[in-house]
């Protein structure tokens, strides 16, 4: 039987959310594999890993752009909605793999420093908006989960807000792109954690980004001053 919604109140309960655990079994990445795509309802992608301080990556590349910060070519997505069986058995295939989550979907990402994120975070927390997930990763970024299409509109969106002409450090990631998951590391330089981690209630309906960007774009811009 495969995991449903009504079977926990939150994944921020999970084992693999529990921060210090220093070593994880093959049976619990595939827990963590099957959490995601029948908990959350992503899709996801096994991922190369590289040599501590972002060094040889694992895909075999040894001109690799991106040391252990993008997919296996040779591996499977596991699709969203995959069962505890299912992502076991297509995890066991790539043993060792970075569990990688395909942008643009069921998620865009909007892309900003982690200190920035905070802020802005603690803000939006405090106004009562419904967020989605929000993951840090080694390299002190903070990328905050929104309903796909947000890459598309993203220049439109700070037009309108009158953030177009800012110097802002913003970005969005959309279709094809992918995230690094808690708790793999990214390229080498340490693992990903969640600032906020998703829950089921809305793992599966990130907010618009238009609800959020006002406020991201505003940290942003008092962070360049």
């Known amino acids: 039987m495969g995991f449903t919604i009504g079977s926990m109140r939150t994944i921020r309960d999970m084992p693999y959310m529990r921060q210090g655990a220093r070593r994880r079994t093959r049976a619990s990445a595939c827990t963590t594999v099957a959490e995601y795509t029948g908990l959350c309802g992503w899709a996801v992608a096994p991922g190369a890993r ?35 069986e299912e992502a076991t058995a297509a995890w066991e295939q790539v043993p060792g793999a970075a569990v990688l989550l395909p942008v643009g979907s069921a998620f865009d990402v909007i892309d900003v420093a982690e200190r920035a994120g905070i802020h802005a975070l603690v803000r939006l927390e405090r106004m009562g908006l419904r967020l989605g997930p929000v993951i840090a990763t080694p390299t002190g970024r903070a990328q905050f989960f929104v ?31 992918h995230v690094t998951a808690p708790p793999s590391d990214l390229g080498g330089l340490g693992p990903v954690r969640w600032l906020r981690p998703p829950a089921l209630d809305g793992a599966q309906q990130p907010p618009e980004a238009r609800l959020l960007l006002g406020t991201l774009a505003y940290v942003c811009h008092r962070g360049r001053a």
């Open 147 to 177: 309903a796909p299409g947000a890459a598309a509109e993203l220049p439109h969106l700070l037009y309108r807000m009158g953030w177009d002409d800012a110097d802002l450090d913003l970005r969005c990631l959309g279709p094809g792109d």
């Open 50 to 84: 590289a040599s501590r301080g972002g060094g040889e990556c694992s895909c075999g590349d040894a001109h690799c752009a991106a040391p252990g910060a993008h997919p296996l070519p040779f591996a499977e997505e596991i699709p969203a909605g995959a069962t505890l």
